[in-house]
Nanobody, 117 residues
């Protein structure tokens, strides 16, 4: 079992920055990759960024050059640095962890990010 807990959401003006954190606990040795997804009202949940246990990253085109995903293995924490935020980035952001063998997904409770225009 893996647990993930997000923090760091909030309200920010257009052009501002926020950093989200996701702390993993439990069977962290089994985690293959972690990432961030978001869901805006009336829309499907979409991938924002992922990072593998080896450090490989992947970004949605809409956030490339503005968002950076990183990890601190000592703290079992993944971060999402969000710069140059836009109103269309407004969503609930969810942390995800996927295990290596069973490919089981674990989700956090979500954290709200609101970008005002």
């Amino acid at each position: 079992q893996v647990q993930v807990v997000e923090s760091g959401g909030g309200l920010v003006q257009t052009g501002g920055s926020l950093r989200l954190s996701c702390a993993a606990s439990g069977s962290i040795f089994s985690i293959r990759a972690m990432g961030w997804y978001r869901q805006a009202p009336g829309k499907q949940r979409e991938l924002v960024a992922t990072i593998t246990s080896g450090g490989n990253t992947n970004y949605a085109d809409s956030v490339k050059g503005r968002f950076t995903i990183s990890r601190d293995n000592a703290k079992n924490t993944v971060y999402l640095q969000m710069n140059s935020l836009k109103p269309e980035d407004t969503a609930v952001y969810y942390c995800n962890a996927v295990t290596a063998i069973s490919l089981r997904n674990y989700w956090g409770q979500g954290t709200q990010v609101t970008v005002s225009s």
